[in-house]
Structure formats: C-alpha cells, structure tokens
C-alpha cells in the first residue's frame, strides 16, 4: 500500500489532518525533520483529533535517516511539486510507492526532488493560485494512488 511521508511539513494543523487522513486509510505516514513543531504540539494532536492511535506514525530526524529506511523496504519516490512534470491523474501507481510532499512554505527541496523516480503535479485551473493546502494535496494523491489499485472496494 502506497506511504505518505512528509518532508519538513511546518503547520502542525495540516500535519494532524495528514495524519486523521492516514489513520483512516490505514495508511502508514512518515514524517521526515526537521519539523516546524513538536510531535507534542497541541495543534497537531488537536487537528488529528482522538484518531493517533489509529495512526502508523514514523517519525526520521533526518532526510538520510528516511533513505534508510526506504533503501530497506524498496519502492518508488513520487515527488509532488507545482514543479512537477507528469499530472498525477495520468500517473500509474505502484503498491509500494512513497508519495512524497514537501513543506507548506518551500516544497520538497531540490535535492529530494532529483532523487524522485516521478514528479506529479495536481493540474489547477486558476493560473493565480500558486498551490493547494497540503493536507488536500495529500488527500487527492493517496485516494487517486488507491483507487487504482484497487483500495477502495
């Protein structure tokens, strides 16, 4: 089943609606610091509501302590970015891909961006509005990613 990781997520409102979305899915989420807030932040855990015992939470201090863990279980790292070049909608997914998400303010850096398999983008129609919220970007890509293979019977 595809895994959403989070890398450097900053809001920790968006963060505990990620992880609400994750716990109903039973979708494992990894978040990846450093973060711009403590996993104790009463926000987050507000935002996630009394679902975190539902949730598969993995939490990396680092980028390379991420890649670790990745090198030992395999799959694809999907990179969402604006930057993207393939529109998610278009993307076949795999069970085990990661769909990768980069913080509120930045994005996913460049250096994680270069280590992606693919890059997708969410096509937005309105040319001013610069991206989505991420916990609903998040949101379109894990159901999108399910519904092809087949997880939402």
């Given at each position: 089943?595809?895994?959403?990781?989070?890398?450097?997520?900053q809001?920790?409102?968006?963060?505990?609606?990620i992880?609400?979305?994750?716990?109903?899915?039973?979708?494992?989420?990894?978040?990846?610091?450093?973060?711009?807030?403590?996993?104790?932040?009463?926000?987050?855990?507000?935002?996630?509501?009394?679902?975190?015992?539902?949730?598969?939470?993995?939490?990396?201090?680092?980028?390379?302590a991420f890649?670790?863990?990745?090198?030992?279980?395999?799959?694809?790292?999907?990179?969402?970015?604006?930057?993207?070049?393939?529109?998610?909608?278009?993307?076949?997914?795999?069970?085990?891909?990661?769909?990768?998400?980069?913080?509120?303010?930045?994005?996913?850096?460049?250096?994680?961006?270069?280590?992606?398999?693919?890059?997708?983008?969410?096509?937005?129609?309105?040319?001013?509005?610069?991206?989505?919220?991420?916990?609903?970007?998040?949101?379109?890509?894990?159901?999108?990613?399910?519904?092809?293979?087949?997880?939402?019977?």
């Amino acid at each position: 089943m595809p895994q959403v990781v989070l890398v450097n997520p900053q809001i920790p409102p968006n963060t505990g609606n990620i992880a609400r979305t994750c716990a109903a899915t039973d979708t494992e989420l990894h978040l990846v610091g450093p973060l711009g807030f403590e996993i104790s932040d009463r926000y987050l855990k507000r935002a996630g509501l009394d679902y975190w015992p539902y949730v598969k939470l993995h939490y990396h201090e680092s980028l390379e302590a991420f890649k670790t863990v990745h090198h030992k279980r395999g799959g694809r790292w999907l990179g969402y970015s604006v930057a993207g070049n393939i529109n998610y909608a278009s993307f076949q997914f795999q069970a085990d891909d990661w769909l990768l998400f980069g913080s509120e303010t930045t994005g996913l850096p460049r250096d994680v961006l270069s280590h992606c398999d693919a890059t997708l983008y969410i096509p937005m129609s309105q040319p001013g509005v610069r991206s989505l919220n991420l916990s609903v970007s998040v949101a379109i890509g894990l159901f999108e990613s399910r519904r092809q293979l087949g997880y939402l019977q």
